[in-house]
């Protein structure tokens, strides 16, 4: 019996450890295993399919511009919407993502520590361009701002970690820790909070 046991921990190590996440997307919450802490739940409401759990996906040939970032509040969800120009028309998979609650914020480059409010963070890394650096001089494609500060119940500031080799960093401060549902396409990452 210890064996067949000992077979499912090593596959499960492996899956977590190495290879590519499974793409995020909309459905019911993962359940934890037994003996795991229950995620906190979004209080006083929570959303279909939100989860507190790390989560990503994509496929790593999909590296298309980082375009806009926006912010919206409507009928008690707040939305961050990360939006992309795909340089490939022929790829369906979103970029290779990642977002995941995190303690403590520092910027990309100097790793010095950043400055969010909130009382409790997000942090969302993603594959695309944010600057063009194919010709002599760098091109910003991203033009917007690397922070906003929407003060909304939930989502109280978004600020820009980092910007380095295709890979972008931004930080979500949130009033509470809100269980989250993404939703990854294409040309957009999209994450979901309950208002409060």
């Known amino acids: 019996m210890r064996r067949p ?4 921990l090593g596959l ?3 899956a977590a450890c190495g290879g590519e996440a ?10 934890p295993s037994p003996g795991e802490p229950t995620p906190t739940r979004a209080s006083p409401a929570s959303l279909p399919g939100a989860s507190c759990r790390g989560r990503g996906g994509g496929s790593p040939r999909n ?27 022929g790829l369906s998979r ?5 977002v995941k609650f995190a303690e403590t914020l ?19 890394v993603f594959s695309a361009f944010g600057v063009d650096l194919s010709g ?9 701002p690397t922070e906003l500060k929407p003060g909304f119940g939930t989502v109280l500031e978004l600020e820009q970690l980092g910007d380095f080799e295709a890979t972008v960093t ?11 549902v993404v939703d990854a396409r294409p040309d957009r990452l999209v994450l979901e909070f309950p208002s409060s």
């Open 94 to 98: 979103p970029p290779s993502h990642f």
């Open 106 to 124: 520092s910027t990309g480059g100097e790793g010095a520590p950043a400055e969010v409010e909130g009382q409790t963070f997000v942090v969302v």
């Open 136 to 144: 002599e001089q760098p091109v910003q494609i991203y033009t917007g």
């Open 5 to 8: 046991i000992a077979l499912v």
């Open 170 to 180: 931004w930080a979500i401060g949130l009033s509470r820790k809100a269980c989250f």
């Open 12 to 14: 499960l190590l492996a």
């Open 63 to 89: 590296i298309p511009d980082f375009v806009n970032v926006d912010v919206e509040r409507r009928a008690g969800v707040e939305r961050v919407t990360f939006q992309f120009r795909p340089r490939d028309a």
């Open 22 to 31: 499974p793409p995020a997307s909309r459905g019911s919450p993962a359940e």
